[in-house]
């Protein structure tokens, strides 16, 4: 009898579990892989590259030990090629907050190990779990001038042709300040208007843009407007754990092959992967306008190769396989 009662309450609590499991995962679904994933062939004349991915380090799986062993592969290669290369983060550097102890023992034996050459040339964005403690305080100490200003996490720097800049969504998105909201868009203005090379990107944590169960972050229109003003290439984001690249588009979200900004998502640095279904992971969701493809399930990190009017993109999975190629001439 005690035997049937314990089958009887496990055979209950086995849906259960299974939809507490959706729900973490968001009906993850495993892309299969292209016929052809060939090793990734891009040369631009006077090339630089960046290299990164976002939703990076968490204790509980391997997940970011395997993509900063490809990245600091890349960077070493690409040292001994005399190819400049600086690597990004797009956010949610530890999890599930990053507090300086998860900072230091769950990001730090993997892309912040100092035997390799990651923490040497990285230049993060902020991202949600980063920002909630303290408003980022931790994070700011722990990666110091590589991260903007404190308290600000914007910034924007040169590489090769390109200008690149760094934006803080955490304030586009949860302050409560509409002075600190205007500062940031005040900056970016006279960065852009300072900096009127032919060739730009920008990256930031939140999407406008995503087919995950969010559908991207509205309060970001306002950034995307000024970027789209100003003639801005293209957009790398994190915050959604899967990879995703669009048409270029207008902010609007219309196709744009003439002046659309072309936007990526690559959360997939180590935290955990999540599908593109509701948040039960019981629905599936219609695929954002102007996503071109969606891959779930794999750990990889986005390579852009940055020439003196055009780029290359590649996202690149940890077991060496490139499955996404982009990129276009600058506007």
């Keep these: 009898m005690r035997i049937r009662t314990r089958a009887r309450l496990l055979s209950l609590a086995l849906p259960l579990v299974v939809v507490a499991c959706e729900r973490m995962n968001y009906g993850l679904r495993e892309t299969p892989p292209p016929p052809d994933a060939p090793p990734e062939k891009i040369a631009l004349t006077g090339a630089v590259v960046l290299i990164g991915a976002g939703d990076i380090a968490d204790c509980g799986n391997e997940g970011d030990e395997r993509t900063a062993h490809l990245i600091d592969s890349v960077l070493k290669a690409n040292a ?19 507090t300086e102890r ?25 991202g949600n779990h980063d920002y909630q403690v303290d408003r980022g305080a931790p994070y700011y100490r722990y990666f110091g001038s590589r991260a903007g200003p404190a308290g600000k996490g914007y910034y924007s720097y040169d590489l090769g042709d390109w200008h690149v800049i760094v934006l803080n969504s955490e304030i586009a998105v949860e302050s409560p300040s509409t002075m600190e ?24 944590h939140f999407p406008l843009f995503s ?12 950034i995307w407007t000024m970027l789209y ?13 899967h990879y995703e690249r669009f048409l270029p588009q207008t902010p609007a979200g219309v196709a744009d092959s003439v002046r659309g900004i072309e936007q990526i998502i690559v959360g997939t640095g180590g935290a955990q992967l999540r599908g593109l279904r509701s948040r039960f ?5 219609s695929l954002a306008s102007n996503s071109v493809l969606q891959i779930q399930g794999h750990f990889g990190v986005l390579k852009i190769t940055l020439g003196k009017d055009e780029y290359r993109t590649a996202f ?3 077991d060496g396989r490139v499955w996404d190629r982009g990129g276009r001439k600058c506007h």
């Design 102 to 126: 998860q900072l230091r023992r769950c990001f730090g034996p993997s892309w912040g190990d100092t035997t390799k050459g990651i923490m040497k040339v990285i230049r993060p964005a902020i």
């Design 281 to 285: 992971g019981l629905r599936t969701r």
């Design 316 to 318: 690149m999975t940890t």
């Design 181 to 204: 909201r205007k500062e940031q868009e005040d900056w970016l203005k006279k960065d852009l208007d300072d900096h009127k090379k032919h060739c730009t990107l920008a990256y930031f």
């Design 211 to 222: 087919s995950s169960f969010r559908q991207g972050i509205p309060a970001m229109l306002p």
């Design 229 to 241: 003003d100003a003639n801005v290439e293209l957009v790398i984001n994190g915050h959604d754990h």
């Design 80 to 98: 001994t090629a005399k190819l400049e290369t600086v690597v990004f983060a797009v956010g949610d550097i530890a999890y599930p907050s990053a």
